[in-house]
């Protein structure tokens, strides 16, 4: 139980574009998603949180009008990196929660963005 | 400020051998510590630990926390180059229920 997909896996696109990552709950309902941003060999950066129906909200620093994170249903968030530039190139990944009070988190096998 | 420190950065030891990860924290309404094995893509739960003193075990890792000194350490006992990954301890606090992590610490095992 507790999987966590996420798509595409990998992404390469050019500058100026946008590019859209779901992250779904296969087996169970998140209320609360969160979508996290990896450099290599540096430790995980929480970029949002996003709960299903309301807005996400936002890590300092992280711009909300680059980084459009939608929580449409309890199985499904999606993020949405606009106007990509190279310096967006990472690896994403998102998390989910199960309602409840856990701080447990399930971890999507994340996606490599290449921006060129 | 750091907030969740893990020690040492990195580790190299043989296959068989006994290794103990730090993690420190200093957060204001701590809640809980999650211990994560990454490898190659997203990080996969170990433990999560709320209680000081009480030891959690799954093979041959074992966890525990010290709420008074805030510390948490892993230990993985009779290492196996399977072992190889990057260990993540994260903190959970406040009513967020986000979590904040730490910078890891890269296992390899040699043979």
């Known amino acids: 139980g507790a999987v966590v997909s996420q798509h595409p896996s990998r992404v390469i696109c050019k500058s100026g574009t946008s590019v859209k990552i779901e992250c779904r709950s296969l087996?169970?309902?998140?209320?609360?998603m969160f979508w996290y941003r990896q450099f290599p060999k540096k430790s995980l950066m929480l970029m949002a949180t996003?709960?299903?129906?309301?807005?996400?909200?936002?890590e300092q620093g992280v711009e909300k009008d680059k980084f459009l994170i939608n929580h449409a249903s309890l199985t499904l968030s999606t993020l949405t990196v606009t106007s990509a530039h190279p310096e967006d190139s990472s690896f994403y990944i998102c998390?989910?929660?199960?309602?409840?009070?856990?701080?447990?988190?399930?971890f999507g096998p994340g996606t490599r963005l290449t921006v060129t | 400020e750091d907030k969740v420190v893990q020690s040492p950065l990195s580790l190299v030891v043989h296959e068989g051998d006994t290794v103990t990860l730090n993690c420190s924290y200093e957060v204001t309404n701590f809640r809980s510590l999650l211990w994560y094995k990454q490898e190659k893509k997203a990080p996969t739960f170990l433990f999560m630990l709320t209680s000081s003193g009480i030891e959690k075990k799954s093979g041959r890792l074992s966890s525990i926390l010290d709420k008074k000194e805030l510390f948490s350490i892993l230990n993985i006992t009779a290492t196996q180059t399977g072992d190889s990954a990057i260990y993540l301890c994260?903190?959970?606090?406040?009513?967020?229920?986000?979590?904040?992590f730490g910078t890891g610490t890269r296992l390899q095992v040699t043979l």
């Open positions: 996003s709960n299903e129906g309301s807005k996400a909200t936002y």
């Open positions: 998390s989910a929660r199960a309602g409840g009070v856990t701080y447990e988190q399930y």
């Open positions: 994260a903190v959970g606090e406040g009513t967020a229920s986000k979590l904040t």
């Open positions: 087996d169970f309902q998140a209320t609360t």
